[in-house]
């Protein structure tokens, strides 16, 4: 049975027609896209593909940039979502505490983990008894986490904390989890908060 629908993504108009046109001749449904930006946009609206056939060399966003930021969005719908964990993306252990500075930035919100290399807001993995402090490294920031009600900690609150107030806890429950963080500095001339949403992978010990 063939695919139902299906993302074509490339910045040339000629080149997106032609592709839809043999796709459509195959009974296949498409939606095309003119850039990466323009086909995350459809991907973040809830739109649904069975595949994504994309461009590689295109502006702002290029299909491998295209490729890894479709992958983190789906990556907790995954059947194992910890097969993504690894020694470069695991953050502390059982003895060894895990730290996450939260910050604002100009666009929105950072979270990023105390990992050689780490990004912000890329989505990291710990694992079950790990300790996480999270906290913020910019003066007069205000920051809140939160995982929802099903958040792996106990208690299952919202993360509070500050320039002058770190937290930390203790990660009881595996799986993956979506979570959303905010920061706000006091007196920021680029607007006082931003938010951004990201993911936490546990693995069992």
């Not at 789906?74 to 194992?80: K, N």
């Not at 964990?85 to 060894?96: F, L, P």
């Not at 099903?150 to 993360?159: G, L, Q, T, V």
């Not at 979506?178 to 007196?187: D, L, Q």
Request: with cysteine; net charge negative; hydrophobic share 35%.
């Amino acid at each position: 049975m063939p695919l139902d629908r299906i993302l074509v993504v490339d910045d040339e108009e000629t080149i997106r027609e032609i592709v839809s046109s043999m796709l459509a001749g195959a009974h296949f449904q498409t939606r095309q896209a003119a850039s990466g930006v323009e086909a995350m946009s459809l991907l973040e609206s809830g739109e649904e593909f069975d595949l994504v056939l994309s461009d590689l060399m295109m502006a702002e966003m290029d299909g491998i940039a295209l490729l890894e930021r479709a992958k983190e969005k789906y990556l907790c719908s995954e059947p194992h979502p910890e097969s993504a964990c690894n020694a470069a993306n695991t953050c502390g252990d059982s003895s060894t505490p895990c730290t996450v500075e939260v910050k604002r930035t100009a666009s929105d919100a950072s979270v990023t983990p105390s990992i050689p290399g780490a990004k912000g807001n890329m989505p990291f993995c710990v694992k079950v008894g790990t300790t996480i402090t999270w906290k913020s490294p910019s003066k007069n920031t205000g920051f809140v986490v939160d995982f929802g009600p099903d958040s792996p900690f106990e208690p299952a609150d919202s993360i509070v904390g500050g320039s002058d107030r770190q937290v930390s806890t203790v990660v009881k429950k595996q799986g993956c989890y979506k979570y959303s963080a905010g920061a706000c500095v006091s007196g920021s001339i680029y607007g006082m908060c931003g938010s951004v949403e990201t993911k936490l992978i546990i693995t069992d010990k």
